[in-house]
């Protein structure tokens, strides 16, 4: 092993890493501690040791990747690839026909996980492997290989095939369904595309016609998925409306009946403006009926959630002010308990955190369980809680590094296949960890993604040390391939 590898090693990467999972252990930890009062915190202690295994299988794996030249994976990028499309095609196969009893089992609202029998385990605690975090590392590769050896994208016509690589697991990923993960292809494969050199008028035209056709898209989004995108687009004026009922009972003090006027006519106004417009633009688009916004029987018999305008928002004639106050509040309170419960329960622990936090393991929201599935989707708001503004910025800070010196790996590689390994491992890492921080503080929807390095799960770990251990083989050998500067053009 030359000498200079000690020197060309990414050591930042691999700490800021290491301190990323650290702190996710002790989240991890806090998350799944019983409540107060209970004596066992078996279920805590278990995660935390599953976690700790499942670190040292993604270390061995950071290291094994380190050893051979990451341009020998490069020849066999497609077949990876392709091998990786398979597990994918298996779990839309099982899903058609209900599952597999002990293999392939509908949980947490999809068909994404092969459960690794274990005799004597319940099947709620085996563990499992999610296919689709190994086959975003495989997309990296394959495209990377396309766009060294190709120039057709430089043209429009020629970006048919660079996106046709990122629609297949797309649409394998999103019939899960499995929203966020299936997100992801979108941001590696625009960067990758940037650093190779594409047009941006192209990109532009390629932008535009995604946006165009996200309504479309939505239409095929399982109904849960339509639900949380309603919870999204509602959370900003139901909080505000709950918020400023909560500070008038604070202050112990009745509301007067022009501030209920208000209160009513401002949630009213914003959830037309939001929603009815959106389901506007969609029936333009697509020419077809938005059935949950406007609840017809085929929405309710599928279990849409249908949007109570009708009753609750809409004045009735006869009604007096606090009639419409009291009919609001309570569909107020029922949404904050039901569709928007979960992004509300995260807003709050967020802001209970303050600037310093509650201390580990003695969040309010996170102890009392009123965080689902704080470990994972919710982990970063959890550190926010227990860690404060501190210990969230903490967090940011760190995935910054990882970027920052990410792509100085890739600036300072003039190796092509190389340079855009690198890009997309940083897209990646980082539009994840972005968009889970993002969802926690209300900023996207909830798409059910990890936060990369830190959640709990065996698959999401492995996938993002395999992922950084690429980015660390190149950067381990971006002054031993000479080479003239890639993906320069005059235009």
């Known amino acids: 092993m030359p000498r200079s590898w000690a020197y060309n090693f990414p050591w930042v990467v691999l700490a800021a890493a290491l301190l990323l999972t650290g702190i996710g252990l002790l989240g991890i930890y806090s998350a799944t501690l019983p409540k107060p009062n209970a004596s066992q915190d078996t279920e805590a202690s278990r995660l935390v040791m599953m976690q700790v295994f499942y670190l040292l299988v993604a270390l061995a794996i950071f290291v094994l990747v380190q050893m051979p030249s990451y341009l020998k994976l490069s020849r066999y990028s497609y077949l990876i690839f392709a091998a990786s499309l398979v597990p994918l095609v298996v779990l839309l196969a099982a899903q058609h026909f209900g599952g597999i009893e002990g293999l392939i089992e509908h949980r947490n609202y999809a068909y994404s996980w092969f459960q690794i029998p ?31 050896h190709s120039r057709k994208y430089r043209t ?27 997100m992801m292809f979108v941001p590696v494969l ?119 305008y009708d009753h609750e928002i809409h004045s009735r004639p006869g009604d007096s002010v606090s009639d419409q106050y009291g009919r609001v509040s309570r ?51 959890v550190i926010a809680e227990e860690w404060g503004l501190i210990g969230a910025l903490l967090v940011v800070a760190l995935f910054t590094l990882i970027m920052v010196f990410g792509v100085d790996v890739g600036l300072s590689t003039n190796e092509p296949f190389g340079k855009l390994v690198a890009v997309g491992v940083v897209a990646l890492i980082g539009a994840q960890a972005f968009l889970n921080m993002a969802i926690a503080v209300g900023l996207t929807p909830i798409t059910g993604i990890p936060l990369p390095l830190m959640s709990s799960g065996g698959s999401s770990l492995v996938a993002s040390y395999l992922a950084l251990g690429l980015l660390c083989n190149v950067g381990l050998r971006r002054y031993l391939l000479p080479e003239p500067a890639p993906f320069r053009f005059d235009d």
């Not at 385990?121 to 296919?131: E, F, L, V, Y």
């Not at 996106?163 to 299936?182: C, F, H, K, N, S």
Request: contains cysteine; hydrophobic residues 45%; aromatic residues 10%.
């Open 118 to 148: 274990v005799p004597g385990m319940d099947s709620s605690r085996r563990p499992s492997i999610q296919p689709s975090e190994l086959t975003k590392i495989a997309f990296i590769l394959a495209l990377a290989r396309y766009l060294t």
């Open 331 to 381: 569909f107020v309170d029922t949404w904050l308990l039901g569709p928007g419960y979960h992004a509300w329960q995260a807003k709050v622990a967020v802001g209970h955190g303050g600037t310093t936090g509650e201390g580990l393991g003695q969040g309010s929201q996170t102890r009392h369980r009123f965080l689902a599935e704080a470990q994972n989707d919710f982990l970063f708001a």
């Open 190 to 308: 625009g960067l990758m595309l940037l650093a190779a050199g594409a047009r941006l008028r192209h990109m532009a035209v390629l932008a535009l016609v995604v946006l165009a056709m996200t309504p479309a898209a939505y239409l095929k989004f399982s109904a849960y998925q339509q639900r949380r995108l309603d919870v999204w687009l509602l959370a900003g004026p139901i909080e505000r409306f709950h918020m400023a009922r909560q500070q008038a009972a604070a202050d112990n003090r009745e509301l007067s009946d022009d501030e209920k006027r208000e209160m009513v006519e401002r949630l009213r106004e914003s959830k037309l403006t939001r929603l009815f417009l959106a389901a506007d633009y969609a029936k333009w688009w697509t020419g077809r009926h938005v059935p949950w916004l406007f609840g017809d029987k085929d929405a309710r018999r599928r279990g849409c959630y249908k949007t109570p």
């Open 156 to 182: 429009l016509k020629g970006l048919a095939a660079p996106l046709a690589m990122a629609l297949v697991p797309t649409l394998l990923v999103i019939r899960q369904p499995d929203l966020g993960t299936a």
